[in-house]
């Protein structure tokens, strides 16, 4: 029960970018006037939404360049379904940006992970045999 959670935060979390991604929203292009640090709204909210992605790694238990794959399989099938749907519409940008997206997570869960590394260098916990072992967060 203890690996659940995350599975099902992870698939709450797949149904609201899939939602957001394939339900005729924005579709009078509010999101496309807007500019945030100079980029388009619309292209930071694609990357912004797909950053969590590499984060739920530590919580599927997963090889992290399997991992990684199905992130950027994830970001490119939003943009092909797009493609196919009349009131939205494909762009190569949004693709990049999806993908910046995943990418960002992934440097995020490594600085985590490098952190929590740091941090836990003086972290000891008894073993039942008198040893100790490192605690992980991550």
Known sequence: TELL???ILFWIYCICVLSLALLPLNS????????VLKFRGDYFFHSLMLIPWMIFLPGIKSRWWIWLLFGLL?????EIIQYFLPYRAYNVNDLVANIAG???GGILLLIAKKLNCLAAKGITTPKNDGTTTHDKLI
């Open 74 to 78: 994830f970001a490119f099938l939003i």
């Open 5 to 7: 959670f995350p599975k």
């Open 28 to 35: 009078v292009g509010e999101l496309n006037n807007i500019t």
């Open 102 to 104: 995943v990418g960002i």
